[in-house]
């Protein structure tokens, strides 16, 4: 596709970019711009339901689709690469086959895992960050047990499933595991007694930033299903098979280990010279990196912040999806001539999913929500998404139906 | 449970143990004699099926069976334990957590994996032997594609899958594979070409003992789904990615190691002063140990001479079901005073299964079968099985039932 209409290159089918690209279809004409999306795999996933995958309790099919399914590809150039490094005083980016040429650049790069250094937690923990990673996690737990039923393993202590960080993932993928592992100690014959679930959490709480009633709400319950928390432990290593933990160094054991404590932006900004604070960059409040007037950065790259509270904005798929819109809205006016508009986070409640058919969390303003109730709220915000990206046959094809 | 009556001892709830049980409640009253079946697991399993199990094909609760859905337990006493030796000259069993005394006792302890002292053989090789070592080389198989997919793992000879031996076993075990490697390709990105499966066998032939045309049958129908053989290789030692072969040692790389090349009698037999020949016990023709008038030796761990060919029968399931008839009118002819009777084998037909609807055998008096039939047929020896056992409803909720 070459042609004199400006191009628009977008970096990444995670929320932000597959939204943004999706808007762009339906705020432009045709003939207003050629748009590009360029990512890794030819499919969209969902990072929020990754620890389900993980966990085990949901199919791996059904957290991703085919970009091709629900972005029109008469519209949109599909590219199947990876970004080597944004060239952002060329207007170029670097394949790892090929190059790219742009006007307007959209990155929509998502997050890699952050260890903070802790030794031994790169090399050794697993991480809830893309389908392969995940699916890795499900069969690794799985292997653990066949392991230990077929006496090829005899160590009880393999059976153990640590998991690092107490965060909105850390805790949503506990809630699965405590799901799942009664169901994996039926298939193989083990005692539910023999397998512990331990989260290790250096805050003094779990879910930091959530309400206290939300917190014991999610605490009791997870507890009630047998899952451990060590809050207020630090992490001093990880080892193959355990980690290092408190003054005395103690060992907590487990031969499946996962790290869900920290995040940070993908490094190919760094790489690429862009300012970079905590990880991430700063952007204008029309989500543009300053100093670069054709360049957006959205979701997990970037810090927007939040006026009302002077703080930026936690990493998440709700704000990711809603910086679409106004970054679509803004191409759409750089292309027409007209005014940019600020990013203005309407934040519609949060539900973290505690397995089965537990969750809590908030909506509006503020509400409570709990159990069963929260749970299917929980669904109506996944189905919403999906709504938006792919309308009414992308629910029924993707959405989370089942009754809880 | 004390009485009076003459105490009848099962060891083992496979074929030979668990219809000589259920024959035994048939034929005797229960004033006759106390009956006694002895299992490690609480459950008994299709070893005909395990190969599905191990490639991922079958489900594994729908291979095995509580013991007491199917064996009256207000006549049986079933007793969860693993026999450690058998002292024959003083009527008694020792148990791992106890021990049985006995009138009667029935041998049915199945096979263990031989493998001819060949070098690393024990050690990295996995086998097809009970429902937890079955799961854990479909565990084990999926976890390499998992970490193929995910980068942990780049080295894609580790997704190969090497199974040594083209007896029966071998043979259908590569053929659920055929059908398996394409569906695990799907769900992990993989190109199926990347996939190689390889049987290596010493013989010049695989399935021996099999007419030629069915031979030529089932390799054709096996290559043609890629799988590859290597016939007339000997395997000089099992490394722990590789069997090494042939008069050039060559290696022959692979992430999952199978061995199905050859079976011998449980050990217990020869660690409780049995006399063993090549690894089996000959039996009488009335099924009992030479020597013991009240112990009968059936299923894998007996040769039993087949007087027209004056070799002994093969260790195959369907031998293991009939014994089970003679063995439970001979232990009533003994309680009741008469003729025993000698074992006489009724061959109903051997089917392989290639996989898939894939199939091949032969039923009555030689007659050939290919194909969908032969698969059906297959299906129908293996629910005849279950409804033996079990009746109708055993056969609606474990057997094979889907349509090919």
Redesign the interface.
């Known amino acids: 596709m070459t042609s004199n209409k400006p191009k628009i290159v977008v970096l990444g089918a995670g929320y932000a970019g597959m939204m943004t690209t999706k808007r762009l279809t339906q705020k432009l004409e045709a003939e207003e711009a050629e748009i590009v999306l360029v990512n890794k795999?030819n499919y969209h996933y969902q990072t929020t339901w990754l620890h389900e995958l993980a966990a085990g309790t949901l199919d791996?099919?059904k957290v991703r689709m085919l970009i091709s399914d629900v972005i029109d590809t008469s519209r949109v150039d599909l590219v199947h690469d990876t970004v080597v490094e944004i060239k952002k005083d060329e207007n170029r980016v670097i394949l790892e086959n090929g190059e790219l040429e742009y006007d307007y650049l959209v990155v929509g790069l998502g997050f890699e895992k952050a260890t903070f250094g802790i030794k031994g937690m790169e090399e050794n923990a697993f991480s809830i960050q893309?389908v392969?990673?995940s699916?890795?996690i499900?069969?690794?737990i799985?292997?653990q047990?066949?392991?230990y039923?077929?006496?090829?393993d005899t160590n009880e202590e393999n059976l153990n499933i640590i998991v690092g960080g107490a965060g909105f993932t850390g805790i949503e993928f506990v809630g699965e595991l405590a799901e799942q592992v009664p169901k994996l100690c039926k298939?193989?014959?083990i005692d539910r007694k023999k397998v512990r679930i331990i989260n290790v959490e250096a805050a003094p709480t779990i879910l930091p930033g959530f309400d206290e009633d939300l917190v014991d709400y999610a605490r009791k319950s997870l507890e009630f299903r047998d899952v451990e928390f060590r809050i207020g432990t630090k992490i001093n290593e990880c080892k193959p098979d355990a980690f290092v933990v408190g003054d005395d160094n103690e060992e907590i054991k487990g031969g499946t280990i996962v790290w869900t404590g920290g995040v940070q932006a993908n490094s190919i900004l760094g790489k690429s010279g862009f300012e970079i604070f905590k990880g991430k960059m700063n952007v204008n409040t029309d989500l543009r990196a300053p100093g670069y007037e054709n360049t957006f950065v959205l979701g997990d790259c970037a810090w927007v912040m939040n006026k009302e509270t002077d703080r930026p904005y936690p990493p998440t798929a709700q704000i990711a999806i809603q910086e679409a819109d106004t970054c679509a809205n803004n191409i759409a006016a750089l292309l027409r001539g007209g005014e940019l508009e600020e990013f203005v986070f309407d934040n519609k409640g949060t539900v973290a999913s505690l397995g089965g058919s537990h969750a809590m969390g908030t909506i509006f303003e503020g509400k409570k929500l709990y159990g069963k109730t929260a749970r299917a709220m929980k669904n109506v915000i996944d189905n919403r998404y999906l709504f938006m990206l792919g309308g009414p046959n992308l629910v029924l094809k993707k959405g989370k139906l089942r009754p809880f």
């Open positions: 795999h791996p099919n893309s392969d990673s699916r890795l499900r069969e690794h799985e292997y047990f066949a392991r039923s077929s006496g090829e298939k193989y014959d």
